[in-house]
């Protein structure tokens, strides 16, 4: 079946400092990666998203790259804030919804120091 | 234009008992699909409806149970509760299917 690993953390990280979180999957056939945000209380948010390989998704200063060859998914930011702070998870999905819906990481607890 | 609504927010249960979770989704959305999170599964697919019929369904026992009505409004119950199910219950909708999905704030159930 479809599987997403990604580092659970906690990462913390001082205010402006480069952040990587690494996401790697397997999956049967050719799937959409995305990266959800969800912040303390709130529902999970897109935050950006990839449907094929070399795709570049970006949003918010936030980016990560298809990389079929290497099966992965990473999500970097050149220079964080204290806002970013929340838990991030890595996801895919099957083109036409698939029977499984999105299957998520386990969500890496981002905590940004001032 | 309102969000995805659950409803309610905190329920507090005991075992055996049974729950309805509630979901509005956002205007517009015929597809409505929940999820389970916890700390040590994190998030799990339970079930996805279009247009009040069952599309996919997760890995989970037929305790847990949903549909959806005609205003695509859709429930969740989950009957003869169990201490593991005390989780956090999302619901998403979209459009389409393939389209985005938007998340409501959840449903924290616990379980005692």
């Known amino acids: 079946g479809n599987s997403v690993t990604q580092m659970e953390g906690p990462v913390t990280l001082s205010e402006e400092a480069f952040l990587t979180i690494n996401c790697t999957y397997t999956?049967?056939?050719?799937?959409?990666l995305f990266w959800y945000v969800q912040y303390p209380g709130e529902g999970l948010q897109l935050l950006l998203k990839?449907?094929?390989?070399?795709d570049k998704g970006s949003n918010k200063g936030f980016e990560a790259t298809y990389r079929k060859e290497t099966t992965s998914f990473h999500l970097e930011k050149g220079s964080v804030q204290v806002s970013d702070s929340a838990v991030y998870f890595c996801?895919?999905?099957?083109?036409?919804?698939?029977?499984?819906?999105?299957?998520f990481g386990k969500g890496t607890h981002l905590i940004i120091q001032p | 234009k309102a969000g995805v609504t659950q409803t309610p927010r905190y329920l507090i249960k005991t075992r055996g008992q049974q729950v309805t979770l509630s979901c509005s989704p956002i205007?517009?959305?015929?597809?409505v699909s929940w999820y389970q999170q916890t700390p040590g599964q994190g998030l799990q697919f339970l079930f996805e409806y279009f247009s009040e019929t069952q599309r996919n369904k997760g890995n989970f026992p037929g305790r847990f149970s949903g549909r959806q009505f005609s205003n695509s409004r859709s429930e969740m119950n989950v009957s003869t509760l169990e201490l593991g199910d005390s989780a956090l219950y999302l619901c998403a909708s979209r459009r389409e299917i393939n389209e985005k999905l938007f998340f409501g704030s959840g449903t924290q159930l616990s379980v005692l």
């Open positions: 990839a449907t094929k390989a070399d």
């Open positions: 205007s517009g959305h015929r597809s």
């Open positions: 999956a049967t056939g050719y799937p959409s």
């Open positions: 996801a895919l999905g099957m083109a036409g919804g698939g029977a499984d819906g999105l299957t």
